[in-house]
Nanobody
Framework: QVKLVESGGGLVQPGGSLRLSCAAS????????MGWYRQAPGKQRELVAV???????NYADSVKGRFTISRDSAKNTVYLQMNSLEPEDTAVYYC??????????WGQGTQVTVSS
């Protein structure tokens, strides 16, 4: 199985920055994809950003130009640098990975609150 441990959430003022980290551990052979989803109160979970093992990235339109996803393959860790945060970014952020042979795995979530 895969265990995903997130860190870096918290409270930040509008316009501020946060960096989320997610470390994967377990008996997987390969991490094909890692990324971040988020879920705001009363809304469905949505993609924020993903990065593949070949370093291809994909972002939600709402975060393009403000968020940057990166990874450290040696540490099986993915990062999400979030700049110019807006109140609309407030949500629980979930780490995600697609691994071999276990498929989809999710972290427990970390709260990000953007408020003055």
């Amino acid at each position: 199985q895969v265990k995903l441990v997130e860190s870096g959430g918290g409270l930040v003022q509008p316009g501020g920055s946060l960096r989320l980290s997610c470390a994967a551990s377990g008996s997987f052979f390969k991490l094909n994809r890692m990324g971040w989803y988020r879920q705001a109160p009363g809304k469905q979970r949505e993609l924020v950003a993903v990065i593949t093992s070949g370093d291809s990235t994909n972002y939600a339109d709402s975060v393009k130009g403000r968020f940057t996803i990166s990874r450290d393959s040696a540490k099986n860790t993915v990062y999400l640098q979030m700049n110019s945060l807006e109140p609309e970014d407030t949500a629980v952020y979930y780490c995600y990975c697609l691994s071999e042979p276990f498929g989809d795995s999710w972290g427990q979530g970390t709260q990000v609150t953007v408020s003055s």
